[in-house]
């Protein structure tokens, strides 16, 4: 059997176990496996064949698996409902202290609270949103 058949097997035994693994390792091999058939394929000796597949694999797991593997991770979930207004800033409208308040966050009056329940906030001041308990917004001034 030519050895360029041989690295065409290899290549794609790589491919299918990435497949299931998903590492992004193996593939990368398979892909220096089609490399190195090519050069079999030429007529290059088994000792240049080695070569060019230890090269290519590891010029490919060192410099194109890093890039890879940081755009294949997930983005971070959206937060949706009062989750997503946690850290927004908030407009005080009415003073808020540690019992009672209101501020505006993006668009909609909230009650409020001051975080620190020994804070007093005047109206006009912008504030961070730090927490959501019920339908109420636990504020902390900006500085």
Known sequence: MDEWII?????VVLGVAEIFTVTMALGLLGAAALLTAATA???LPVPFQLLVF???SAAGLVLIRPIAMRNVRQPQLQRFGVEALVGKPAYVVA????RDGRVRIG????????YDE?????????VDV???EGATALVYPRE
């Open 95 to 98: 003073e808020v202290t540690g």
């Open 107 to 114: 668009g909609e009056e909230w009650s409020a609270r001051a």
């Open 41 to 43: 394929a030429i007529g």
């Open 130 to 132: 730090i927490e959501i």
């Open 118 to 126: 020994t804070l007093v906030i005047p109206a006009g001041a912008t």
């Open 7 to 11: 690295w065409i097997i290899l290549a």
């Open 54 to 56: 230890i090269l290519s």
